[in-house]
Nanobody
Framework: VQLQASGGGLVQAGGYLRLSCAAS????????MGWLRQAPGKQREFVAG????????KYADSVKGRFTVSRDKFKDSVDLQMNSLNPEDTALYYC????????????WGQGTLVTVSS
């Protein structure tokens, strides 16, 4: 599986952005797709994930109610809609994938930078 993320940019606090991750190379039915982020000087953290087959979602507490993860089976893409952004959301966002049951994400796309100004 290859992943290609896009959609980052600069936005003011309170604004929104939509990230997209295009997946290719293999059927995704056995995978969990995720978005993780790494802020400057901090460790990488989980943001949101979705099972490809059933669309079951999971979110970090810090983004619940503001971010929505979705997948498009026709386009083989996973999107992250981010609303009510605040400066603490500034980070490099990564699209990732793991086989269901695996503890760690093993397949990574390149990061896309999200910067939220106050």
């Amino acid at each position: 599986v290859q992943l290609q993320a896009s959609g980052g940019g600069l936005v003011q606090a309170g604004g929104y952005l939509r990230l997209s991750c295009a997946a290719s190379g293999r059927t995704l039915s056995r995978y969990v797709m995720g978005w993780l982020r790494q802020a400057p000087g901090k460790q990488r953290e989980f943001v949101a994930g979705i099972t490809w087959s059933e669309g079951i979602t999971k979110y970090a507490d810090s983004v619940k109610g503001r971010f929505t993860v979705s997948r498009d089976k026709f386009k083989d893409s996973v999107d992250l809609q981010m609303n009510s952004l605040n400066p603490e959301d500034t980070a490099l966002y990564y699209c990732a994938a793991k086989v269901r049951g695996a503890s760690e994400y093993a397949i990574w796309g390149q990061g896309t930078l999200v910067t939220v100004s106050s």
